[in-house]
C-alpha cells in the first residue's frame, strides 16, 4: 500500500511527550470503553500511566477498579440512557473528554442463514450503534473546546470478509465507513478520528468467538465449515501469527497521544499484504485463497 496511513504502526516510535495535538492542546482526559479485560484494560492503564485521568467504562466496574490510576464507569453499549449516564459522570469529574477509545466490542459468528437476527442486532448494537451514541454523546464538548481525539478500535476485518463471520464484518465494515465519514465531518472543529485494525491478537476473543459459531452453526448444514475454522483457530501455526494484547494496547495508545495520528494504523503478521490481495484479486480468487487458509472443501 501507498498510502502511509494505512501503514502498520510502529509501535516503538515515541509519543509526543506532551500529549497534546496537532494544534498543541494538551490532551488530559480519556475515556476507553471495554476496559474491563483484554486489549482494553491495557490501553486504560497505559493512558493513566501517560498522566491522563483515565475512565475505564464496562458493565464489571470492580474489574475496571483495580487497575491503577483508572475511574471505574458503568457502561452497558446496548443501553442509550447508561451511555449518556456514562459520559455525563465523566464531563461531571473532569471536563471534556479529551480522548474516546471506542475498544469494546465482540465477534458474533455464524452462517448469515443461521444466526439469528436478535443475536445479528446485538452485534451492530454493541459493535456499531453503541460505538456511534458514545461519540454522539462526546462530541458537542470536543466541538466547544476546540479539540479531541476519537480512535475507534476496528479490525483487519473491517476491510475484507470471510465465510463464517458475516455479522461481525458488517460491523467492523460499518465501525470503518462511519469512522471516515465521521473524519470529515469534525476535522473543521480540530477533532482527529482514528481507526485501530488488528489482525488476530492472543485473547480468548477467538475461543469466545468460536462458541458463538458453536452454537449458531456447528450442527447443522455448515458443519464442515465449523469445524474447519475451529482447527484453524487452534492451530500452532496461527498462534505463532498473533499479536500481544499488549502490542496492540501500545499502538492504541499512540493513537490516541501521537500529534499527527495517521488515519489507520495496523497491527498483525501479513496485515497489508492480505489487505492489498482482497483488493487487487478478482473477487473470486480471494475467496479461493480464503476457502485455503481456513480449510474449506
Known amino acids: 500500500m501507498t498510502d502511509e496511513n494505512r501503514e502498520p504502526g510502529n509501535t516503538t ?22 476496559a474491563s479485560s483484554g486489549i482494553g484494560a491495557r490501553v486504560a492503564a497505559l493512558l493513566a500511566a501517560r498522566g491522563l485521568t483515565v475512565f475505564g467504562a464496562a458493565r464489571n466496574t470492580a474489574a475496571v477498579a ?21 459520559v455525563a459522570t465523566v464531563t461531571k469529574a473532569a471536563g471534556t473528554v479529551d480522548v474516546l477509545v471506542n475498544c469494546a466490542g ?6 448469515v442463514e443461521e444466526t439469528s437476527l436478535g443475536a445479528a442486532r446485538r452485534q451492530l448494537e454493541v459493535n456499531v450503534v453503541g460505538a456511534a451514541c458514545l461519540i454522539q454523546a462526546v462530541l458537542p464538548g470536543m466541538r466547544a ?3 479531541g481525539r476519537i480512535v475507534n478500535v476496528s479490525s483487519l476485518a473491517g476491510e475484507f470478509a470471510a465465510p463464517l463471520g458475516g455479522w461481525y464484518h458488517a460491523s467492523k465494515f460499518a465501525l470503518e465507513a462511519l469512522s471516515d465519514s465521521l473524519r ?13 485494525q488488528p489482525s488476530y491478537v492472543a485473547t480468548d476473543w477467538h475461543e469466545n468467538a468460536m462458541q458463538h459459531l458453536e452454537s449458531a452453526s456447528g450442527r447443522g448444514p455448515y458443519a464442515d465449515m465449523v469445524a474447519a475454522m475451529r482447527r484453524h483457530f487452534s492451530s500452532p501455526a496461527l498462534a505463532r501469527q498473533m499479536s500481544s494484547p499488549d502490542a496492540v ?10 500529534t499527527r495520528p495517521r488515519t489507520r494504523y495496523r497491527i498483525g503478521a501479513g ?3 492480505a489487505v492489498a490481495l482482497a483488493t487487487l484479486l478478482p473477487d473470486r480468487a480471494f475467496d479461493a485463497l480464503t476457502r485455503k487458509q481456513f480449510g474449506y472443501a
Not at 498543541?24 to 476507553?32: E, I, R, S, Y
Not at 491503577?68 to 449518556?84: C, E, H, K, N
Not at 465482540?106 to 452462517?111: I, K, M, P, S
Open 184 to 196: 470529515g465531518e469534525v476535522a473543521q472543529f480540530g477533532i482527529d478520528v482514528t481507526l485501530v
Open 249 to 258: 494496547a501500545a499502538l492504541i495508545a499512540k493513537a490516541a497521544l501521537t
Open 66 to 86: 483495580a487497575i491503577d490510576g483508572v475511574t471505574a464507569v458503568p457502561l452497558d453499549l446496548t443501553d442509550d440512557d447508561s451511555i449518556r449516564a456514562a
Open 145 to 147: 473546546a476546540g479539540h
Open 106 to 111: 465482540y465477534g458474533e459468528f455464524g452462517t
Open 13 to 34: 516510535e515515541p509519543y509526543h511527550q506532551g500529549n497534546t495535538d496537532r494544534n498543541g492542546n494538551l490532551m488530559t482526559t480519556a475515556l476507553v470503553t471495554g
Open 271 to 273: 496485515a497489508n499484504i
